[in-house]
């Protein structure tokens, strides 16, 4: 008797959108693609808040350019950078109120939401969990096959979170579970007022 192989059916390209959380600089970044081949990109940009501004009106700025993102690009999935310490108290409290707010946002659409950390996210695109910002945004801009380096460094990081997601996402799936806006409360951080200046690069919507 002989055995019929089903049809080898491909795994549909899954949409992320990372965030590295900022309070003066949050950089957006999405790319395209499927585990274990070079991803796509789709858009890259960072939202600039006046350091002046009031926190409430910086955060809002964010948020109204974090939702513009999942209107325009329709991702699968976000990505966020976890916030766990920092010398610097003022600082990680502004990240992490930002990064807050780009849970939100996702969280209201009900996509799923992941943290990673800065060293999951290193030796994800580099290899390195110790890798330094130039080394990372090197590999981004070789994966990506950009033809120039994202600037600032903040897209280039918010680049490298949703290319580590996007070849992680098997594994988290397996293991621990990914943050839904039905399982319940999320925590995280990131952001205040002034004006949004968010320019994403290249790409296109679907």
Sequence with gaps: MDVVTPPYAPRPPARVFGIDPGLTRCGLG?????????????????????????????????????????TEYRPDTVAVERVFSQHNVRTVMGTAQAGAVAIVCAARRGLPVSLHTPSEVKAAVTGNGRADKDQVTMMVTRLLRMTAAPRPADA???????????????????????????????????????TANAGPVAGGTR
């Design 30 to 70: 999405v790319v395209e693609g499927v585990p274990g081949r070079p991803p796509t990109l789709v858009a890259v940009g960072v939202v600039r808040t006046d350091a002046d501004a009031h926190i409430a009106d910086r955060l809002l700025a964010i948020e109204e350019e974090v939702e513009r993102w999942l």
């Design 156 to 194: 280039a990081d918010a680049l490298a979170l949703a290319i580590c997601h996007l070849w992680r996402a098997p594994a988290l799936k397996a293991g621990r579970p990914t943050a839904t806006a039905t399982a319940g409360p999320v925590t995280a951080g990131p952001v205040t007022a002034g």
